[in-house]
């Protein structure tokens, strides 16, 4: 092969190499790509008194602090997920209601951070009837009772009874985390969806 020719190839490969490796380190650490933004220039602490600031997962041994996930100030698009390097640690999607008013607040957390530390890591092991916290910036704890557990598409998990509403006094919570590609539906992507009402 003629000198000139090795070099091309190489310059290609160099290309090719800085466009796929990005991708791959994001997909490796957190387990599946979110299709949102991971920008910690949209995160942030409890803003109000009325906002979450904890959830705990009593049967699973969760107890974690929340991050406010907002907007990306770049793209204007909704961040879905706690930075990566904060895999231990759930979200509250700013976008969606406060936890205890009417619609559906959503909480979001990794499942795999890389060392199997991710904070929704047992999500799936939650059956109906188990207990849900969310303890306000005010101190207020909030008591929800899982109803449903099941693995949805991306558009069908993010879209809340907030913006579909079927019971509009209705005050739940959904908690997200990843659950990886599925196989069945080519580049998809699921997640793992458990939906929670108020207790009364």
Not at 16 to 45: E, F, Q, R
Not at 99 to 118: F, I, K, S, Y
Not at 132 to 159: M, P, W
Not at 172 to 178: K, T, V
């Amino acid at each position: 092969m003629a000198p000139s020719h090795r070099s091309a190839l190489a310059r290609t490969a160099l290309v090719l190499a800085a466009l796929v490796l990005p991708v791959a380190l994001l997909t490796g650490l957190t387990g599946c790509s979110w299709g949102g933004i991971d920008n910690s220039k949209a995160i942030g602490t409890p803003a109000s008194p009325d906002e979450p600031q904890r959830v705990r997962i009593p049967s699973l041994g969760v107890d974690s602090p929340l991050i406010r996930l907002g907007t990306d100030h770049d793209t204007g698009r909704p961040v879905r997920q706690p930075p990566k390097d904060h895999s231990d640690t759930a979200g509250w999607c700013t976008g969606s209601a406060l936890p205890g008013r009417p619609g559906t607040a959503v909480l979001v957390g990794h499942r795999d951070g890389g060392e199997g530390n991710g904070v929704f890591r047992e999500l799936g092991t939650l059956r109906e009837g188990a207990a849900v916290e969310v303890e306000r910036g005010d101190g207020k704890v909030l008591r929800f009772t899982v109803t449903a557990v099941r693995t949805l598409d991306g558009d069908a998990a993010f879209a809340t009874r907030k913006e579909h509403p079927t019971a509009p006094a209705e005050r739940a919570l959904r908690l997200i985390a990843c659950a990886g590609d599925d196989p069945g539906e080519g580049s998809g992507h699921r997640f793992l969806v458990v939906d929670t009402l108020l207790r009364s």
